[in-house]
């Protein structure tokens, strides 16, 4: 090879070898860049909070509660005072068998009775009619009224086709109207104390097949009467019903004092309750029943948002992952180039090394020739 050709070619590998570092550096950044978002990666994975399956225990507590003669009480705090003093607070729970409790509604009906232009409603369920209880009876009778009537007077009132019509009323005594009258103005202070309200009510009256007495049933006198409830003269929806039937009553009692016992490994036993009013007076002493109870439906939401959540901790790693895979591939096929390029800037500085030779040993001929 000649010095020309071999000069050139020695520009040549030396811009291949430049092409070849340049190529190289351009694929350790790519790698670095790749290294970086693997860390961010690895670091989101680190900071993932893994989620906790909620505990049963968190879900359970212990109740303490001890009877006084109907009534059971749960005890709702104990702060201790000093020695064996304590301040407690308990529930008082007992049935009422006669309260006020909604009961199921029927289909109300209403027909005008009045004269003509003259708007008057008679309310039916059926073929029974709804009377309103105002506290005074047929025609504005109190309970006065019927109590001094004589007995003749009474034949006559009975008589009447308002009583006739009404089977419950027509089976009453002269002296069970007038305790009637009274027990539904005592029904009416008991319904408008449960709704909050200073109102009217219908009523009627149903017979129980079995024991053979009434059962009262009561509306408001705002949903029977309220023209908006009608369509057709026919009820369109149903109203709120209500009876005497058995409801549970609660009663709070605050910061009594007591004393409390307990056992070697501090469960309570018995606790002896003072009087509020006169602290001085020997207290009475109950024993307490131990209660555990968990609160499944609230453990059962806690395990139903730990599924959810596992579940998208899983489905995070596993993206996470997926990405991490997919960046160690690209990462690979760089390092591969890099390897291809570094055995070809090997090959290239070989064949450079080969081609000053040729170029140095052409340099010492010439001047050889020169000398001669």
């Not at 961010?40 to 509660?65: A, H, Q, R």
């Not at 004589?150 to 009453?172: A, H, R, V, W």
């Not at 059962?215 to 057709?232: C, V």
């Not at 036993?269 to 555990?292: R, V």
């Amino acid at each position: 090879m000649g010095m020309s050709a071999s000069q050139a070619r020695f520009l040549c590998l030396t811009a291949r070898k430049s092409n070849v570092e340049f190529e190289g550096q351009q694929i350790n950044q790519q790698r670095t860049s790749l290294s970086n978002e693997s860390g961010s990666y690895y670091s989101e994975l680190c900071n993932m909070v893994v989620p906790t399956p909620p505990s049963i225990d968190d879900f359970t507590k212990v109740t303490y509660t001890f009877d006084d003669g109907a009534l059971t009480n749960t005890i709702t705090s104990m702060i201790a005072k000093g020695g064996n003093e304590y301040s407690i607070s308990y529930i008082q729970q007992w049935q009422d068998d006669y309260s006020i409790v909604s009961a199921s509604t029927s289909v109300v009906s209403r027909k005008d009775v009045g004269t003509e232009g003259n708007t008057s409603y008679e309310y039916r369920i059926g073929s029974a009619s709804l009377r309103k209880m105002d506290g005074l009876f047929a025609g504005n009778i109190a309970s006065e009224d019927i109590q001094n009537m004589s007995e003749e007077d009474f034949k006559e009132f009975q008589g009447s086709d308002f009583i006739k019509n009404d089977k419950y009323l027509s089976t009453l005594t002269q002296s069970q109207f007038v305790d009637l009258i009274e027990q539904e103005s005592y029904y009416k202070s008991m319904l408008n104390e449960k709704n909050g309200t200073n109102e009217e009510y219908y009523v009627r009256y149903v017979k129980d097949s079995q024991t053979g007495g009434y059962t009262p049933f009561f509306y408001k006198s705002s949903d029977i009467e309220g023209d908006a409830n009608y369509e057709d003269d026919n009820l369109s929806g149903s109203l709120p019903c209500y009876t005497i039937g058995s409801a549970t009553k609660t009663k709070e009692v605050l910061n009594q004092k007591g004393i409390v016992e307990k056992d070697s490994t501090g469960r309570y036993l018995s606790i002896t309750l003072f009087d509020k009013d006169d602290e001085d007076k020997p207290g009475i002493q109950y024993n307490l029943t131990t209660n555990t109870s968990t609160d499944e439906e609230a453990y059962n939401d806690a395990m139903n948002k730990y599924n959810y959540e596992q579940h998208q901790y899983n489905q995070k790693v596993q993206d996470i992952n997926s990405k991490i895979e997919i960046v160690q591939q690209q990462d690979k096929s760089l390092e591969l180039k890099l390897k291809q390029l570094d055995t070809e800037e090997n090959a290239i500085n070989t064949e450079m090394e080969a081609v000053k030779k040729v170029v140095s040993k052409n340099v010492e001929n010439t001047f050889k020739t020169f000398n001669a």
